[in-house]
């Protein structure tokens, strides 16, 4: 990847100063941060909160307070998937000479968040990024405990901010957080319910690019694959005549071979977006994709021979992700085979935030305690119990929130096809019918919106990671959206 590339760095650095008195902790106050010169243009605050004092376990937070108006502005809370990532990946983005491995020099970036709200980046569950336990048995996980330690979590950390406690709040995030979202929102509701102090003044969320369904997120590639002109007609009718349109899970050993050689064909692509290059080299593409294959051998394809690993089918294993939306055991990605995501590089963002300065001006624990900083670690073993979040999205329409799916519509990994699919499956009446959104007098993207608060969005060129790749016209939707302004 070129010098000009960007990897992850503090979204939240983006902001402009206000003054607001904060109840939290002085020793959580960011008053420097290595890398950068100058004022910050708003109030940075990190630090943990203990949510087990029997075993020590914290997770690690960083706040931005809002530039416009905190007093007034939502709170909005930030969660990475994975499950395994940190949210760090969505609060930072580097810029760096290439093969320069000084300290990353950081940016502010001008289409933060924090631009019109609070925003609060969450590293869970413990285990993940800069949150840790004393005990390592806390390291297995789930959705549920990762749901009631995030709740736990957001108790108290309202605690630390009472002035914030009566803003809007909002849930949001992309990828695995498909699931934390929804399951951390119930646990909210639920709260609220039995009366839990401080109530939390939950208004709704949104979702990038999420995990939700296996059906329509496993089946969505290869439909998209052909779609985008990725697979040839010959290919994807092969493969849809041997599969009859289920492309995951229990399937023919024809039908599996098929795919198979659909993977093949596209192994070297940036999953999450088709559009962007791929930091890793081909031959170590190659590598990770026979590796992550189990077991690998090798078949005949027609005339000509062109090796490529089929692997036993496995629950959670499914290509392109191996998003467990069946129940069971996640394998993390380092265990299949990659020491980081598949084309993407994690290598600057570790640097700094291995940085013992760095850590100490976030308030963050040494490595001698906590272990490197990982944008994806296989640390945790996490299992996945929940199922389709169907049900969750039809509860929280039905009850009023406020919800906005959105997909980068170059995502190879969670297709916008298919999630477009499951938001017209809940059956609600279309309110706004499909037309496209506008940025800079150019479209944008498309949306649709339904009955109950329910809006579909899609962000032209974007991928997996939506703010990462269209930073501009994703600040303008949110912004929008956020104030319940139509998009």
Not at 139 to 162: C, Q, V
Request: hydrophobic share 35%.
């Amino acid at each position: 990847m070129s010098s000009s590339s960007h990897f992850p760095l503090l979204l939240a650095l983006l902001l402009l100063v206000f003054s607001l008195a904060i109840a939290a902790p002085g020793n959580h106050l960011v008053t420097q941060l290595p890398g950068f010169h100058g004022a910050f243009p708003s109030k940075h605050y990190s630090g943990y909160v203990t949510v087990d004092e029997s075993n020590g376990r914290s997770l690690f937070y960083y706040l931005v307070l809002s530039e416009r108006d905190p007093a007034a502005d939502p709170v909005v809370l930030w969660l990475n998937g994975g499950p395994g990532c940190s949210s760090f990946d969505g609060s930072l983005q580097f810029r760096a000479r290439e093969h320069s491995r000084r300290a990353p020099k950081l940016q502010l970036n001008p289409y933060s968040w924090s631009k019109v709200s609070n925003i609060m980046y969450l590293d869970s569950p413990a285990g993940v990024g800069m949150s840790y336990s004393l005990n390592k048995l806390d390291y297995t996980t789930g959705d549920m405990k990762t749901a009631a330690d995030a709740h736990t979590f957001l108790l108290k950390w309202f605690e630390l901010y009472p002035e914030l406690q009566s803003n809007s709040f909002y849930i949001s995030g992309e990828s695995y957080a498909g699931i934390y979202i929804p399951t951390l929102a119930d646990e909210v509701v639920k709260g609220t319910r039995k009366a839990l102090k401080p109530r939390i003044n939950f208004k709704g969320y949104l979702i990038g690019n999420g995990a939700t369904d296996k059906d329509y997120d496993f089946n969505s590639f290869v439909p998209f694959a052909h779609g985008m002109g990725l697979i040839s007609t010959d290919l994807f009718e092969d493969v849809s005549a041997a599969c009859h349109g289920t492309f995951w899970g229990k399937v023919s050993d024809v039908c599996q071979e098929k795919i198979e050689r659909v993977r093949w064909e596209l192994k070297d692509l940036n999953k999450y977006n088709i559009l962007a290059p791929c930091y890793h080299h081909p031959e170590i593409q190659e590598a990770v994709f026979t590796n992550s294959s189990l077991p690998s051998s090798f078949r005949k394809l027609g005339e000509t021979e062109r090796p490529f690993p089929v692997r036993k089918r496995m629950s959670g294993r499914s290509w392109p992700l191996r998003l467990p939306m069946s129940k069971g055991r996640v394998p993390m990605w380092p265990q299949l085979g990659g020491r980081s995501l598949p084309c993407t590089s994690d290598e600057l963002a570790t640097i700094w935030l291995d940085d013992e300065d760095v850590r100490t001006a976030i308030h963050a624990k040494p490595k001698s305690l906590i272990g490197s900083w990982e944008l994806y670690t296989a640390r945790i073993d996490y299992t996945t119990e929940v199922g389709s979040m169907l049900k969750y999205h039809k509860k929280f329409s039905a009850m009023g929130y406020r919800i906005l799916i959105y997909s980068g519509d170059h995502d190879l990994c969670i297709p916008f096809t298919g999630t477009e699919a499951w938001v017209r499956s809940l059956g609600y009446r279309v309110v706004d019918s499909w037309r496209p959104w506008y940025f800079g007098g150019q479209v944008a993207g498309y949306t649709q919106g339904y009955d109950y608060n329910l809006t579909f969005l899609t962000i032209k060129g974007a991928g997996h990671t939506v703010p990462e790749y269209k930073p501009k016209e994703t600040l303008a939707f949110y912004t929008h959206w956020l104030s319940g302004e139509k998009i």
